[in-house]
């Protein structure tokens, strides 16, 4: 009997060493995020950024070559670069950009999105990577608007279905209903208006397409609008990687410069 329960127990330390082992030669589970790479990446090793391609001089195709360049196209190659990913572009409408980001289509979207509450409810974003606040463009030489509260009784140009409208008669404005910035600028220079009210981007933009035309920021806002990436809610750590490639693009002066290329200016803080 001695023997046998020997037999027996050796039977049963042998059994467990087979088990333990494989158990140990098993596969570990993966704790990667879905995608399989290291930031759930629609495809490994490849940011894929949405844009529209058609938003000058943001997103658009280079006259001549036919390249899709742009500030926002720029920063993302640098980004991208930083990650030490390739990029890809998906030149997609506006009207469609968020659903396909939802849908995974893409990774990013890179299209001067600005932050505000209800996207920050569906949506993370990075740091901004464009700042820009409103202002008050006048002929050169006039001195009689120097702040908002100078436009009271004076004549803007404004669309009637922009933010810039509103505030334009918040502050007392007579305001003349236009089609655009084109429209408006060329009223402020014929002198039919005081002054109109738009983004400094687009200001910015106007003078590094047309030169100089006799015209000058004369205020701006507080509350600049900011633009960023914007993520779903599942890319924490892609955001964390871009937020911090984005500081070093700003420490290198790296925005600075793309900035410089676009609008003659940093737009970046």
Not at 9 to 28: E, N
Not at 43 to 69: I, K, M, N
Request: proline share 3%; charged share 25%.
């Amino acid at each position: 009997m001695p023997r046998a329960r020997t037999l027996l127990g050796l039977a049963a330390a042998s059994a467990a060493v087979i088990a333990l082992a494989a158990c140990s030669s098993a596969a570990p589970e993966s704790t990667e995020p879905a995608g399989g790479n290291e930031y759930g990446l629609a495809t490994e090793g490849t940011l894929t950024v949405a844009t529209e391609g058609t938003y000058r001089p943001f997103s658009f195709h280079e006259d001549g070559s036919g390249d899709l360049v742009g500030y926002d196209v720029e920063v993302a190659e640098a980004v991208a670069e930083k990650l030490g990913l390739e990029v890809e572009f998906q030149e997609t409408q506006w009207d469609a950009i968020f659903a396909g980001l939802d849908a995974g289509r893409f990774d990013v979207i890179a299209n001067q999105v600005s932050i505000n509450p209800e996207r920050e409810e569906q949506y993370l974003f990075s740091e901004p990577y464009t700042v820009s606040p409103g202002v008050i463009v006048v002929k050169e030489g006039d001195t009689s608007i120097s702040s908002f509260a100078d436009l009271a009784g004076k004549t803007t140009a404004q669309s009637l279905t922009s933010n810039w409208y509103t505030l334009a008669q918040e502050n007392g404005a007579n305001v003349e209903a236009v089609e655009g910035w084109a429209q408006a600028v060329t009223l402020l220079e014929q002198g039919r208006v005081d002054a109109t009210i738009n983004d400094k981007l687009t200001y910015l933009d106007d003078v590094q397409t047309n030169g100089e035309r006799g015209l000058e920021i004369a205020a701006e806002t507080d509350d600049p609008s900011l633009s960023a990436f914007a993520f779903t809610k599942d890319k924490a750590d892609l955001v964390a990687a871009i937020d911090e490639a984005l500081a070093e693009l700003r420490e290198e002066g790296v925005l600075a410069e793309l900035g410089e290329k676009y609008f003659g200016a940093d737009v970046s803080q």
